[in-house]
């Protein structure tokens, strides 16, 4: 069966990459949407606390300095754990001292926590980067053909995972709305004074939102990263022009910076919109594919200033 390529990439190959891409951004957007939600905090920190997270995995994985090296499912749990606690942290020690401050100071502070953990992972792992394995080894499996066919789409486990999380964060989300917890985080969200007043606190509700977004932001990193070397404030980082911190920020913008579901949506519109620009744009053209990307979420934002799913709070 002949299938519409362009560059030598066959469509279907291209929208599953994006679906597995956009799947990271998907999550890493998510995160930075739950913290605007309950504290309307631009957290530019997000990306890099998640990457902490990774390295902690890393570093158990290779047993880097005093860290013994351990199996990896067990390191990528250490991680995670690694992850959420630093996103606690941030909260107890950064966040909740400025929390009346401007909300400028408090984007300042976010991206100074991004900068300080990105220094931090430069200093302990110097210029010997590591690569954090896939999950389960390398891809292995074949969608549209056989593995021999360039026309294929090759995945492992580290591309289900990416799916899987991405479709049990979407879940997660929904279930913890239910619960009083989540109708805490709305109610906080809309106005936190009112909700102190009905006996919520909000200086738990800020630590468990900020604990939920560095678990996020840890998951996202880790299926970003794998297979690929550490580079602090690379891949997954802060200072890369069109990184992840970027991408998910425009995936949370195209969504709906007030959408939960949006942070989906937007993720999986961002990575398919990506990787088909990156096969149509001339390579002629520098930063072809960040033109198309941004060009899009301007046109977009023109037309709904909300987003495509957001509202006005």
Known sequence: MHVFASGGVAVPVQLATGIVVGCGYGIFALGIVLVYKASRIFNFAQCEIGAF??????????????????????????????????????????????????????????????????????????????????????????????SSDSNSYLYGWTQITTVLALVGTALAAVAFFRTRYGAAVLAVSQDPTAASVVGIKVSRISALVWG???????????????????????????????????????????????????????????????QVAANYMPSSVPGGTAIVVFALLLVVLLAKPTGLLGKTT
Do not use: D, Q, W
């Open 53 to 146: 997270g990774a390295f902690i995995a890393l570093c158990c994985v290779h047993g880097i300095g005093f860290v013994p090296k351990l199996p990896f499912p067990l390191a990528i749990l250490i991680g995670l754990v690694a992850g959420t606690l630093t996103g606690l942290g941030a909260e107890r020690f950064v966040i909740r001292p400025l929390f009346s401050a401007p909300r400028a100071t408090l984007l300042v502070a976010t991206a100074g926590l991004a900068l300080g953990f990105a220094s931090l992972e430069a200093l302990i792992l110097g210029t010997n980067f590591k690569v954090l394995p896939n999950i389960g080894g390398p891809s292995k499996f074949a969608l549209f053909g056989s």
């Open 212 to 274: 939920i977004a560095g678990f996020l932001g840890t998951v996202a990193a880790i299926v970003t990263l794998a297979g690929k070397p550490f580079i602090p404030g690379g891949e997954s980082g802060f200072y890369t022009g069109t990184g992840p911190l970027i991408l998910a920020f425009t995936a949370a913008a195209l969504g709906g910076m007030t959408s939960l579901s949006g942070a989906f949506v937007g993720g999986l519109a961002l990575g398919i919109i990506e």
